[in-house]
């Protein structure tokens, strides 16, 4: 009988590994390359869903092509997206449902989208955690408390993320923290999964 309940134990365990590990390895991944080197990011679609869906249609438009980290804010976060190199802003799809309280924290290497004071506002434009900022996490459902919606992490390249943020900056056409060395994302593509 021991033994019976050990090997179900262990099939159990078994079971439970190969479903993580499917898992992490079915999250989609993309390649962003940057002036300063390339980042892998792998995606969250079972925690934000929406916000997935919203940035793999930027990714396969090409629409991240060309634009530019336009704020930098060291020990803090990187913010990219939404402007090309000559700091003009890009047109984008219709604001996304806010997923941030989908239990994902803004911890060091995630990816969130920006927005603005509207909750429901997130568009094309997303930033990275430089350290853990949990004051951007979800609280509750007031304006202030909402959060930022994390839908993904660094998994590769978090020393150019951190080289990015090295970079001195400016204010530039009413912008404060602009780069004063333009960091481009060269591209943003879909690496297929192993």
């Known amino acids: ?79 990219g997206g939404g402007y090309t190199t000559e700091l003009h802003r890009k047109s984008t799809q219709p604001p996304i449902k806010n997923e941030a309280s989908n239990g994902l924290s803004n911890k060091r290497g995630t990816i969130a989208m920006a927005r603005t004071m509207d909750i429901n506002s997130a568009t094309a434009q997303f930033f990275i955690n430089l350290v853990d900022n949990d004051f951007l996490d979800h609280r509750d459902n007031t304006p202030e408390g909402y959060g930022y919606c994390v839908f993904g992490k660094v998994i590769q390249g978090m020393e150019v993320v951190d080289a990015i943020a090295e970079v001195k900056t400016m204010t530039r056409r009413g912008m404060r923290n602009v780069p004063r060395e333009t960091i481009e994302i060269i591209s943003i593509t879909r690496l297929e999964n192993k």
């Open 1 to 79: 009988m021991k033994r019976i309940l050990l090997f179900t134990s262990f099939l159990v365990l078994v079971f439970i590994g190969i479903t993580t590990i499917t898992s992490a390895q079915s999250n989609p991944k993309v390649l962003m390359k940057t002036s300063k080197g390339d980042i892998i990011i792998e995606l969250f679609p079972q925690k934000a869903p929406i916000t997935v869906e919203n940035f793999l249609s930027y990714v396969d438009q090409g629409f991240y092509d060309g634009t530019i980290f336009h704020r930098v804010i060291k020990g803090f976060m990187i913010q």
